[in-house]
Nanobody, 124 residues
Framework: QVKLVESGGGSVQTGGSLRLTCATS????????MGWFRQAPGKEREGVAY????????YYADSVKGRFTISQDNTKTTVYLQMSSLKPEDTGMYYC?????????????????WGQGTQVTVST
């Protein structure tokens, strides 16, 4: 059973930056797709970005495009989410997720493995 552990969350002011880290217990290429999701209080979980672990191609939700960058390290065991120009609406619990097959969008139902989450709070 793959284990995903997120870290790097915290509290920042508007315009600040954070880098989230997702450490996996297996090589990321075992899972064709790694993604980041977030959930604000009272709202549904939404997809932020994904990376195809083999080809390295990426996809971003419109709300974060140009501000967030998803990447993986050379050891293929860690995935990052670099977040810049943060806004209060970026506040929420951020989750790392893994899917066994090819990336097929940011549907939560497609990702079978999830971490416990790391909190991001952006204040004005």
């Amino acid at each position: 059973q793959v284990k995903l552990v997120e870290s790097g969350g915290g509290s920042v002011q508007t315009g600040g930056s954070l880098r989230l880290t997702c450490a996996t217990s297996e090589y990321t290429y075992i899972h064709g797709c790694m993604g980041w999701f977030r959930q604000a209080p009272g709202k549904e979980r939404e997809g932020v970005a994904y990376i195809a672990t083999g080809a390295g191609s990426t996809y971003y939700a419109d709300s974060v495009k140009g501000r967030f960058t998803i990447s993986q390290d050379n050891t293929k065991t860690t995935v990052y989410l670099q977040m810049s120009s943060l806004k209060p609406e970026d506040t929420g619990m951020y989750y790392c997720a893994a899917a066994a097959g090819r990336c097929r969008g940011l549907l939560t139902s497609y990702f079978g493995y999830w971490g416990q989450g790391t909190q991001v709070t952006v204040s004005t």
